[in-house]
Nanobody, 125 residues
Framework: QVQLVESGGGLVQAGGSLRLSCAAS????????MGWFRQAPGKEREFVAA????????YSADSVKGRFTISRDNAKNTVYLQMNSLKPEDTAVYYC??????????????????WGQGTQVTVSS
């Protein structure tokens, strides 16, 4: 069992930066792949970024490549999402997820078993 708690969301102007954190509890965190997803009002939850359990492999959606960076610290049971050059279209609730995706399933909501409660990110123009 893994429990996830996100933090770091807030209101920022376009072009600004935020760093989201996801604190995990549970003995299996270091063996879980971690992902960040987001959901804007009226839209489906979408993949943002993911990182393998070892941290050696990362994946990002095309919409955030070059702007967002995912990382993890297994000693602290925490995964991060550094978001730079934020745009109004990045506004959404951001969710942390843990699971065992493989192949092309990294981007799929169904590939993750555990989810946090979400943190709101609002980017003003």
């Amino acid at each position: 069992q893994v429990q996830l708690v996100e933090s770091g969301g807030g209101l920022v102007q376009a072009g600004g930066s935020l760093r989201l954190s996801c604190a995990a509890s549970g003995r299996t965190f270091s063996k879980q792949a971690m992902g960040w997803f987001r959901q804007a009002p009226g839209k489906e939850r979408e993949f943002v970024a993911a990182i393998s359990w070892s941290g050696t492999s990362t994946y990002s959606a095309d919409s955030v490549k070059g702007r967002f960076t995912i990382s993890r610290d297994n000693a602290k049971n925490t995964v991060y999402l550094q978001m730079n050059s934020l745009k109004p279209e990045d506004t959404a609730v951001y969710y942390c997820a843990a699971g065992s995706p493989f192949g092309s399933s990294w981007v799929l909501v169904e590939a993750y078993d555990y989810w946090g409660q979400g943190t709101q990110v609002t980017v003003s123009s």
